[in-house]
């Protein structure tokens, strides 16, 4: 099992609809989970950063996190095409200062 | 705020060579920085973890007398691909740290040739 796991996608979503994307890991401990958008040939944006249960909102965006089901994921409103991206799942290990990466979901957002 | 600089974005350079890419945190200090490399439509690959004055820590892998990395001050990391041959080429992105956020550098794209 993959430390941090995501659809590769990629997802479709129509312009102007929810946008959802979901992770899960593996280490029961985590305490500190982010979101990246990485445009193709770019390196990734740090977008969102949530640690504790619940949802969190900044803007169009929105992180929610679950520890007892280990899940993680961010909604996108108001989808644009310019939210086109690769959006990266992270994790940060119990007790280290390591942060491990999912390998990514693919969002198109059709205009 | 939380910038962090590369240097330089691109880079062609000879099979044989060596190439040395900066990394700097603008406007705060980085405790660890982070190299990563990716391929094209691969995820991100972590090179190695360093802390300042601290020798790397490299992951499972990476040749560490190939890939030299120093970490002189809080604001700055240097990654020198030593003997560079074209299956290096690939997409450089440090990465740094001050507490639980990782900022990312915008990436140096290698070549070798």
């Known amino acids: 099992q993959k430390e941090v796991e995501q659809n590769s996608g990629p997802l479709s979503v129509p312009e102007g609809a929810i946008a959802s994307l979901n992770c899960t890991y593996s280490d029961r401990g985590s305490q500190s989970f982010f979101w990246y958008r990485q445009y193709s040939g770019k390196s990734p944006e740090l977008i969102m950063s949530i640690y504790s249960n619940g949802d969190k909102e900044d803007g169009r965006f929105t992180a929610q996190l679950n520890k007892a089901s280990q899940y993680v994921s961010l909604l996108i409103r108001d989808s644009q095409p310019s939210d086109s991206a690769t959006y990266l799942c992270a994790v940060r290990n119990t007790g280290g200062f390591k942060t491990i990466f999912g390998a990514g979901t693919r969002l198109f957002v059709k205009a | 705020g939380a910038v962090v600089s590369q240097h330089p974005s691109r880079v062609i350079c000879k099979s044989g060579t060596s190439v040395k890419i900066e990394c700097r945190s603008l406007d705060f200090q980085a405790t660890t920085m982070f190299w990563y490399r990716q391929f094209p439509k691969q995820s991100l690959m972590l090179m190695a973890t360093s802390n300042e004055g601290s020798k790397a820590t490299y992951e499972q892998g990476v040749e560490k007398d190939k890939f030299l990395i120093n970490h002189a001050s809080l604001t700055l990391s240097t990654l020198t691909v030593t003997s560079a041959h074209p299956e290096d080429s690939s997409f450089y992105i440090c990465?740094?740290?001050?507490?639980?956020?990782?900022?990312f550098g915008p990436g140096t794209r290698l070549t070798v040739t």
């Open positions: 990465s740094a740290s001050a507490g639980y956020e990782q900022y």
